[in-house]
């Protein structure tokens, strides 16, 4: 009787998580996001980490496309230096119906989705910037483990247009291609 009972809430647990993905029509997206070329390896440039990875380094995002619209997801990073540990995360993305592609739920466990918004990629897939409408968490991420200082101050122009506090941005370190371990 008790397992007929849970199974409403179970229910409403997961169209609450489904609902809350999306964002409101006012929050900027990208029109459209191509997948195909989205795919690969991001290096996270600077963000407003959410707490498990508050003092990040090399820290690595990389996306690959299982099924359509599904997306495997490994981020690797060495938690408080250089030296330290590679840890890893393995949630997976669903792209939102109707977003081309722009929105996705990030799923770190069952039921919950966590609402991913590409609100830009640049023309050559060499910069993004990924954010919540609730302005808790953003990313900068870019193809190599660095860029230079105006197109980062480019994008945190971006991220201070969402309505965020830029204060807040955290620079992740990243080591040269040449001195690295984890690639």
């Known amino acids: 009787?008790?397992?007929?009972?849970?199974?409403p809430a179970a229910l409403l647990i997961t169209l609450l998580a489904a609902c809350s993905v999306m964002p409101s029509q006012s929050f900027p997206r990208e029109?459209?996001?191509?997948?195909?070329?989205y795919m690969g390896k991001w290096y996270v440039i600077a963000h407003i980490p959410p707490g498990p990875v508050d003092h990040a380094y090399n820290s690595i995002e990389r996306y690959e496309q299982v099924a359509p619209g599904k997306i495997h997801t490994v981020y690797t990073y060495r938690d408080g230096g250089f030296d330290k540990e590679l840890e890893t995360m393995e949630p997976t993305?669903?792209?939102?119906d109707g977003?081309?592609?722009a929105i996705w739920g990030m799923q770190f466990f069952w039921p919950l989705k966590m609402q991913y918004v590409i609100t830009h990629v640049d023309d050559d897939y060499d910069t993004t910037v990924v954010a919540r409408e609730k302005r808790d968490y953003v990313w900068i991420m870019a193809r190599a483990p660095q860029i230079d200082d105006a197109?980062?101050?480019a994008l945190v122009q971006r991220v201070d247009a969402l309505g965020y506090d830029t204060d807040k941005l955290r620079k992740v370190?990243?080591?040269?291609?040449?001195?690295r371990n984890d690639n």
């Not at 009787?1 to 199974?7: G, Y």
């Open 99 to 101: 977003t081309d592609n």
């Open 1 to 7: 009787m008790l397992r007929f009972q849970l199974i």
């Open 93 to 96: 993305g669903f792209v939102i």
């Open 151 to 153: 197109e980062y101050q």
């Open 173 to 179: 370190p990243q080591q040269p291609l040449s001195e």
């Open 31 to 37: 029109d459209h996001v191509d997948l195909d070329r």
